[in-house]
Nanobody
């Protein structure tokens, strides 16, 4: 059984910064891609950023140049540094990881419970 636990959300003013973290735990053999999605009020969940085990990254156009995704493979943890935050960044941010468990032959998507990020003046 895998758990993804996010932390670091909160309330910030426009132009401010936050770093959210997500730690995966369980009988993990390996993790391929890890990433962040978000769901803003009245909108569907959307991809924010992905990072693959080797370090390659993918960002949504709306966050390029402002957000940076990184990971610590030894700690099974992924981070999202969010700078120059805008009100439209307000959303619940969800951690996602594609994980192979010990004893399994198939990678499976796992999701965290989400952490609220609110950008408001």
């Amino acid at each position: 059984q895998v758990q993804l636990v996010e932390s670091g959300g909160g309330v910030v003013q426009p132009g401010g910064s936050l770093r959210v973290s997500c730690a995966a735990s369980g009988s993990i053999s390996s993790i391929n891609r890890m990433g962040w999605y978000r769901r803003a009020p009245g909108k569907e969940r959307e991809l924010v950023a992905h990072i693959f085990r080797g370090g390659d990254t993918l960002y949504a156009d709306s966050v390029k140049g402002r957000f940076t995704i990184s990971r610590d493979n030894a700690k099974n943890t992924v981070y999202l540094q969010m700078n120059s935050l805008k009100p439209e960044d307000t959303a619940v941010y969800y951690c996602n990881a594609y994980i192979l468990l010990f004893g399994s032959v198939r990678y499976t998507d796992y999701w965290g419970q989400g952490t609220q990020v609110t950008v408001s003046s």
